[in-house]
C-alpha cells in the first residue's frame, strides 16, 4: 500500500535529521553568510492542496537558484516555446556558475545553470527591466498563489557582486545569443533570485509543476500541462548541477537545489515539496535538504523508478 502522505510526520523526519552537522553556509553575498545554519523546515503540498509542514517552516529565505525552473516556465509560455531554441536542455557536468557555453551555437547548456536562467529571464515578457520584473514577480506569485516580496538589499548585493554572471552575459551577448544589454539581464536574474519564499511557499510552487502547471491552492492554470512536463523532466536531469544524477539515483524526484539551502521538489501527479537549511555541500546542495529528501522518497516511495 502506498504511504499517505497527508499523515507523514514532518517534524519527527526533521527531529531525526536535524543533528547533521556536515556542509557549509554559503558566503557570496553577506545576506547568505548570516544565515543560521541551525534553521531546517519541510514542508509537502499533495495535489488536492493540503499543505503539511515542520517547525521552521514559515522562516523566510531568498529562492536563489531554486527560482530558476520558474523562470523557465515563464520563458516557455511566453516565447510560445521559442525558449527551447534559445537555451539548451543537456546536463553539463559543470559548476551552477560555469562560464561555458554550448561549442558552435553559443546557447547556455540548459535553464537551470546561471547562463541559462540568465537567459530565460530575459525571455520573459516585457519591454524593459521593471517590466520583466514585474512579469516575473506576476509568475512567481501565481505559482505560490500569493504576492511575494523581494529582498532588495540581496538583489542589490546579487548585482553588483555577479561577476561571473556579468562575464556570462557579456559572453552571450558576443555570442549573439542574449538580445538585451548585459546589466539589465543580470539585474532582473539577481532580483528574481531575490524574491522571499518559505518552505511552504516553496512547496507550493513545487505542486504547481506537479500538478500539471495548476496550483493545487488556488486551481488556477498557471502554465499548460506541457510546460509543466518540459520544466518537470529538466529538473530530473540537470536541477542539482553536476550532481544530477547521484540525486536521481538516490531520490528519483526532480527537483532544484540553491545556495539559501532550498530545495524545491516536483513528483509529478503525487505532490511538491520543499526542503531549507543552509549548510551546502561541495555542489551547492543543502546537506540536510539532500536527506531529507532521500528519506520522503523512501517514505512516501517517491522515486521515479521504483517498480510499485
Same mark, same amino acid.
Given at each position: 500500500?502506498?504511504?499517505?502522505?497527508h499523515?507523514?510526520d514532518l517534524d519527527?523526519?526533521?527531529?531525526?535529521l536535524i543533528?547533521?552537522r556536515?556542509?557549509?553556509? *554559503?558566503?557570496? @553575498?553577506?545576506?547568505?553568510?548570516?544565515?543560521d #545554519?541551525? =534553521? $531546517?523546515?519541510i +514542508? /509537502?503540498?499533495?495535489?488536492? &492542496?493540503?499543505?503539511?509542514?515542520s517547525?521552521?517552516? *514559515?522562516?523566510? @529565505?531568498?529562492i536563489?537558484?531554486a527560482?530558476? #525552473?520558474? =523562470? $523557465?516556465a515563464? +520563458? /516557455?509560455?511566453?516565447?510560445? &516555446?521559442?525558449?527551447?531554441?534559445r537555451?539548451?536542455?543537456?546536463?553539463?557536468?559543470?559548476?551552477?556558475?560555469a562560464?561555458?557555453?554550448?561549442?558552435?551555437?553559443g546557447?547556455?547548456?540548459?535553464?537551470?545553470?546561471?547562463?541559462?536562467?540568465?537567459?530565460?529571464a530575459?525571455?520573459?515578457?516585457?519591454?524593459?527591466?521593471a517590466?520583466?520584473?514585474?512579469?516575473?514577480?506576476?509568475?512567481?506569485?501565481?505559482?505560490?498563489?500569493r504576492?511575494?516580496?523581494v529582498?532588495e538589499?540581496v538583489?542589490?548585493d546579487?548585482?553588483?557582486?555577479?561577476?561571473?554572471n556579468?562575464?556570462?552575459a557579456?559572453?552571450?551577448?558576443?555570442?549573439?545569443?542574449?538580445r538585451?544589454?548585459?546589466d539589465?539581464?543580470?539585474?532582473?536574474?539577481?532580483?528574481a533570485?531575490?524574491?522571499?519564499?518559505?518552505?511552504?511557499?516553496?512547496?507550493?510552487?513545487g505542486?504547481?509543476?506537479a500538478c500539471?502547471?495548476?496550483?493545487?491552492?488556488?486551481?488556477?492554470?498557471?502554465?499548460?500541462?506541457?510546460?509543466?512536463r518540459?520544466?518537470?523532466?529538466?529538473?530530473a536531469?540537470?536541477?542539482v548541477?553536476?550532481?544530477?544524477?547521484?540525486?536521481?539515483?538516490a531520490?528519483?524526484?526532480?527537483?532544484?537545489?540553491?545556495?539559501?539551502?532550498?530545495?524545491?521538489?516536483?513528483?509529478p501527479?503525487?505532490l511538491?515539496?520543499?526542503?531549507?537549511?543552509?549548510?551546502?555541500?561541495?555542489?551547492g546542495?543543502?546537506?540536510?535538504?539532500?536527506l531529507?529528501?532521500?528519506?520522503?522518497?523512501?517514505?512516501?516511495?517517491l522515486?521515479?523508478?521504483?517498480a510499485?
Amino acid at each position: 500500500m502506498t504511504p499517505d502522505p497527508h499523515r507523514y510526520d514532518l517534524d519527527a523526519l526533521r527531529i531525526r535529521l536535524i543533528d547533521e552537522r556536515e556542509g557549509e553556509v *554559503d558566503d557570496s @553575498i553577506p545576506q547568505l553568510a548570516d544565515a543560521d #545554519p541551525e =534553521l $531546517f523546515a519541510i +514542508a /509537502l503540498v499533495t495535489p488536492d &492542496g493540503t499543505v503539511r509542514s515542520s517547525a521552521d517552516a *514559515d522562516v523566510e @529565505i531568498s529562492i536563489q537558484s531554486a527560482v530558476k #525552473p520558474f =523562470l $523557465f516556465a515563464l +520563458a /516557455l509560455l511566453d516565447t510560445e &516555446g521559442e525558449a527551447l531554441d534559445r537555451v539548451g536542455i543537456e546536463p553539463t557536468g559543470e559548476s551552477f556558475d560555469a562560464v561555458k557555453l554550448e561549442s558552435g551555437t553559443g546557447r547556455p547548456p540548459n535553464p537551470m545553470v546561471n547562463a541559462g536562467a540568465l537567459l530565460t529571464a530575459s525571455l520573459v515578457r516585457g519591454a524593459d527591466p521593471a517590466a520583466r520584473d514585474a512579469r516575473i514577480a506576476a509568475g512567481l506569485a501565481a505559482f505560490a498563489g500569493r504576492d511575494l516580496a523581494v529582498d532588495e538589499g540581496v538583489a542589490h548585493d546579487e548585482h553588483l557582486l555577479g561577476d561571473r554572471n556579468h562575464a556570462l552575459a557579456h559572453l552571450m551577448r558576443a555570442e549573439g545569443t542574449m538580445r538585451v544589454s548585459a546589466d539589465d539581464a543580470v539585474a532582473v536574474y539577481a532580483r528574481a533570485c531575490a524574491t522571499v519564499v518559505d518552505a511552504e511557499t516553496l512547496a507550493v510552487m513545487g505542486a504547481t509543476l506537479a500538478c500539471g502547471g495548476v496550483n493545487p491552492r488556488t486551481g488556477e492554470r498557471v502554465v499548460p500541462a506541457q510546460v509543466a512536463r518540459d520544466v518537470v523532466s529538466v529538473m530530473a536531469t540537470c536541477g542539482v548541477y553536476d550532481g544530477s544524477g547521484r540525486w536521481m539515483r538516490a531520490v528519483g524526484v526532480p527537483a532544484k537545489s540553491s545556495v539559501s539551502g532550498a530545495i524545491v521538489l516536483a513528483a509529478p501527479g503525487r505532490l511538491g515539496a520543499a526542503v531549507v537549511s543552509p549548510p551546502l555541500d561541495a555542489q551547492g546542495t543543502s546537506v540536510r535538504g539532500r536527506l531529507a529528501s532521500e528519506a520522503l522518497s523512501d517514505d512516501l516511495h517517491l522515486h521515479s523508478f521504483a517498480a510499485r
